[in-house]
């Protein structure tokens, strides 16, 4: 299975710590987002990139969070000084936007996750 | 601001039976896309449907089918011959055109009895 992959799935922290997450998209697809999920609501876009750069953020990615897709392949996410507000389930897409096409159409593909908690 | 609901928080139906979710929408995009993911327990999202705004005809996978009424800003999602597998959360999203964001619902699970 060539899907989206997330690493780690779990993550338990302590207030104050950083943690970085990984996504590995599927190998061609050149556009990768980000989005948080917390209990008991529907995901919420966080950002998202067409190959390496970052062409959107929310106002939801404070000034804590960063992150980046340094060769246009896997991306990463980090919070730095982790609240306990920031538990959530970190979800990461991919899709392939084709060159030339003016109506996007493309499907963004979920990763299985990395569930964030922090203590 | 787009924003995406889904008034029903629960539903449970008989396995072979047809249900229907419903979800509304709101968007100032003239043109958009919406889609119904699915969420089953512990694993990862993934797309059950999707509809173009312009395009009038209903759009149908296999045992899924929506009914998008554009002036009522509606979007439902009926399952014919309801499978254990079909035991989920579902989540309505939409996309506007000039936009990569998906906006979400806050979802719906869906549980099928054997």
């Known amino acids: 299975d060539t899907g989206v992959s997330q690493d780690p799935r779990h993550k338990i922290t302590k207030r104050g710590q950083n943690v970085t997450f990984r996504c590995d998209p599927i190998s061609e697809h050149n556009r990768l987002y980000w989005y948080r999920q917390t209990l008991g609501q529907g995901p919420e876009f966080l950002t998202y990139?067409?190959?390496?750069?970052?062409?959107?953020k929310s106002r939801l990615l404070s000034d804590r969070f960063s992150a980046e897709r340094p060769k246009g392949s896997f991306s990463t996410l980090e919070i730095q000084r982790t609240e306990q507000g920031d538990s959530a389930m970190y979800l990461c897409?991919?899709?392939?936007?084709?060159?030339?096409?003016?109506?996007?159409?493309?499907?963004?593909?979920f990763g299985p996750g990395t569930r964030l908690t922090v203590l | 601001a787009q924003t995406v609901t889904q008034s029903q928080p629960e539903m449970s139906v008989q396995e072979a039976e047809t249900v229907t979710l419903s979800c509304t929408y709101d968007?100032?995009?003239?043109?958009?896309?919406l889609f119904w993911y699915k969420q089953p327990p512990s694993r990862q999202m993934i797309l059950v449907i999707r509809?173009?705004?312009?395009?009038?005809q209903n759009a149908t996978e296999n045992r899924f089918s929506v009914n998008f009424q554009k002036a009522a800003k509606s979007f439902s999602l009926k399952i014919s011959d309801s499978q254990l597998g079909d035991t989920a959360m579902y989540f309505c999203?939409?996309?506007?055109?000039?936009?990569?964001?998906?906006?979400f619902g806050k979802g719906m699970k869906l549980t099928v009895n054997p």
């Open positions: 509809q173009e705004a312009y395009k009038q």
């Open positions: 999203a939409e996309r506007g055109g000039g936009s990569e964001k998906l906006v």
């Open positions: 897409a991919s899709s392939l936007r084709l060159a030339g096409v003016h109506l996007s159409t493309d499907t963004q593909y």
């Open positions: 990139f067409q190959n390496e750069a970052q062409l959107e």
């Open positions: 968007t100032s995009e003239n043109n958009y896309y």
